[in-house]
């Protein structure tokens, strides 16, 4: 199965057709955030959302925790596929299914160490998805860092649950085909990787697809 490809930080329709135009199976149009690049306003999210074609799902991601803020902002947003970067109780996984079906549900993990291992089986069941990021929680860095993180942890995630993974950190065309290799994900999420000046870059982009496409 080859890898799918999500382009996160989209912030422009004509960031959303680059994207597409270079096979993204995934768009991330990412809301505020205590930190991190590409954050939009919700109503400029709900525009890109309602213009991008099927089949190609577009991610809300949200720093909302609590089960009526996540609803209401999903909700708003109109997107398909929700990606929670912060921890979250477990009525909040239920509060999306109960009340947005449709929508899918991923959660962010943020590799800081072995028992982040721990931390994937415990969420596994609740989610259609896991997204392995190189944030620090502890100080409020929830995404969009441009580090990697130890990718063995990050395979010991894989083998330890049976959900699809996206894995994001610090990728580029330079080091994806190696991060394949040694994660075997579902799919990658990049965001600077293939930007310049803030941009996002076809000639970036083609690289990297043809990384994947090798890998």
């Known amino acids: 199965m080859p890898v799918r490809i999500k382009i996160c930080c989209i912030s422009t329709p004509d960031e959303a057709r680059l994207a597409i135009l270079h ?19 919700d109503e400029l999210i709900a525009e890109i ?35 929670l970067v912060d921890a979250v109780p477990d009525e909040t996984y239920r509060a999306l299914r109960e009340e947005l079906p449709h929508v899918r549900i991923v959660q962010v993990l943020h590799v800081e160490g072995p028992a982040s291992i721990d931390d994937a089986r415990r969420v596994a069941p609740h989610v259609d998805a896991l997204l392995l990021d190189s944030g620090r929680p502890s100080a409020r860095e929830l995404g969009g860092t441009g580090r990697t993180h130890d990718w063995s942890v990050s395979r010991s995630i894989v083998e330890a649950t049976n959900r699809p993974f996206f894995l994001a950190g610090g990728l580029n065309p330079g080091n994806v085909a190696e991060a394949i290799a ?24 083609a690289a990297l697809v043809a990384r994947i496409h090798a890998a």
Not at 31 to 40: D, H, L, Q, R, V
Not at 190 to 196: D, F, H, K, N, Y
Not at 198 to 205: A, V, Y
């Open 182 to 205: 040694q994660v075997k994900p579902y799919a990658i999420d990049i965001c600077s990787g293939v930007r310049t000046n803030g941009h996002l870059d076809g000639e970036k982009l």
């Open 23 to 41: 096979g993204a199976s995934a768009l991330g149009l990412v809301a505020a955030m205590p930190s991190g690049p590409g954050p939009i306003a």
């Open 49 to 83: 959302a309602a213009q991008v074609p099927p089949p190609i799902s577009r991610f809300l991601l949200t720093s909302r925790t609590d089960p009526v803020g996540v609803v209401a902002h999903v909700r708003a947003c109109l997107v398909d596929t929700v990606q």
